[in-house]
């Protein structure tokens, strides 16, 4: 990341790989040996904590290229795991809370996603007698920091800000604690048995919904967010389809093929993410008008009702066209019409 500007990114969102989550445990060897040595002599303890001082010194960077004010989430579950026969959580979200903390950032409550298992065998210890059995671990987290104490800088009649307005009913969705609306995502990599076995073992991708919601949250059109553990690009493809800019890093360049799949269809997938958003939203303005609740304003942009002041220039993109260029993509946007079946259900409502 030497090549970004110190202080040039609005918001970073990642999901590095999870430290003593075996899936992982050579790369972290391939980046020091010591890891490989202390896991080999049953060290688990030492091991996480180089793991961490490994993920640090990417940490270090994006603190550096990170605004003022600018938002770090980052995307992380603990691991479990049973070194010398002894069963054990390493809670790999307190190291990095402690990192940032440490750092120059301001911590902010955090919010938990559940990945439920409903397979029977999900539970370990004795079954149905105490006190050995064990609780599942189901959920990960979503670790938010700001840079500094003090919140960005932003043009007070900024037309990007007010028309990156979410709705009344998304506030009260997305900015709760706990999310349990998202699934975890299975890779799909279409590759030979081979590759394809390779790459989902080095892949741990979320759900597009979770960046694509992270990024209205906190950034604003025209944005940059930074992804410097890329993947197969779902940040990337949450900012395309956000209208706002990204950049990513990522070591393996086969991920640049599920990536490139998904980005045929990202016309598709930026349409019925919108479609989605409104079509939601007119539905939850029926139900809000049918228990006589007073509508005092109008979206300037959809003509149709909002709850608040701050929505009515509430504006969504749709990707007119995009090119590459090396690795390179240039998108061109226009506003988001309303699908005819969208149509029908606002004319219903709107007198």
Known sequence: MSEIASSSIDLIITSPPYPMIEMWDLLFSSLNKDIGQALQEGDGNLAFNLMHNELDKIWNETARVLKQGGFACIN?????????KNFQLFPNHIKIANFFQNNGFTVLPC??????????????GSGMLPPHAL???????ILLFRKGEKKRKIEPKSED????????????????DMWVDIRGTTQNMNNSK?????????????????????????????????????GTGTTTLGAMISARNSIGYELNSEFIEPFKRNLKEIKKTTNSF????ITQHIEFMKGYIKKGKEVKYKANNYNFPVVTKQEIEVLLYNI??????????????????????TKLIQSRLIP
């Open 274 to 277: 919108n479609n989605t958003r």
């Open 111 to 124: 919010i938990l996603w559940r990945k439920p298992n409903n397979s029977p065998t999900k539970f370990l």
């Open 320 to 341: 007119k066209k995009y090119s590459e260029d090396e690795n390179k993509y240039i998108i061109n946007y226009e506003k988001f019409e309303f699908e005819p079946q």
């Open 194 to 230: 081979e590759k394809k076995n390779k790459l989902r073992e080095r892949s741990a991708a979320f759900p597009l919904k979770l960046p694509y919601r992270l990024i209205n949250m906190f950034s604003i059109y025209g944005d940059t967010v930074l992804d410097p553990f890329w």
């Open 161 to 176: 800000r007010y028309n990156s307005a979410y709705f009344w009913e998304e506030r009260n969705k997305w900015f709760s």
């Open 76 to 84: 992380i579950g603990d691991a479990t795991r049973t070194i010398n």
């Open 135 to 141: 609780v599942t671990l189901e959920h990960e987290y």
